[in-house]
């Protein structure tokens, strides 16, 4: 009964150790997820004084500043629509001292999804990653050279209606002819 148990165990890890062999070159196979670059970085602020939430656009390698903090996106990537989401970017955050130094108090990745895990909190503002995007109702800043930005519609302005025929007046329908 011990030999037969033994070589049930032995058979077992083999099978398990030819899977484990396999399952790396099945990872290989499949296609890597598409990583899309965009030009603009969502981030929300936290002032904790006030207590206000700010949200902003910045464009990568643009430095903005919120409060005593200068940010950096130096890429933003998200997936496309047909994958699961996941918005990363990678951020640089310097502070500005009270003796007008500048101090790196941040350098890496941020994940929108988890923004309580990869934020920046400072005593006084916080900072954390909540998207990116491929256009922005912000002008780029003068000498952008970073990913394409694309164009910007008016708010107003709907993309899928078509040019605006200069017809204001909406004809009702003509009553169906009496059937009877």
């Known amino acids: 009964m011990k030999t037969s148990s033994l070589g049930r165990m032995l ?9 484990m062999a396999v399952e790396p070159a099945l990872a290989q196979s499949q296609p890597q997820s598409q990583k899309i670059e965009n030009p603009v970085a969502v981030f929300s602020g936290l002032d904790k004084i006030t207590g206000r939430i700010i949200n902003f656009d910045v464009y990568i390698g643009e430095t903005v500043q919120f409060g005593a903090l200068q ?28 003796n007008n ?5 941040f350098s890496g990745w941020m994940y929108a999804a988890s923004p309580g895990l990869h934020a920046v909190e400072h005593g006084v503002y916080d ?7 491929r256009t922005s109702t912000v002008p780029p800043p003068e000498g952008y050279d970073g990913p394409p930005v694309e164009q910007v519609t008016s708010e107003d302005q ?3 209606a078509g040019p605006d025929d200069g017809v204001d007046t909406i004809l009702a329908p ?7």
């Open 101 to 105: 130094e500048v101090r790196r108090i």
């Open 158 to 160: 709907d993309p899928l």
């Open 71 to 98: 940010v950096t996106p130096r890429v933003c990537y998200t997936r496309p629509q047909t994958e699961s989401p996941l918005t990363t970017g990678f951020i640089q955050v310097d502070e500005i001292t009270l």
């Open 174 to 180: 003509r009553p169906k002819p009496f059937q009877g």
């Open 11 to 19: 058979a077992g890890a083999l099978a398990l150790a030819g899977l």
């Open 127 to 133: 900072i954390w990653l909540t998207n990116c995007k």
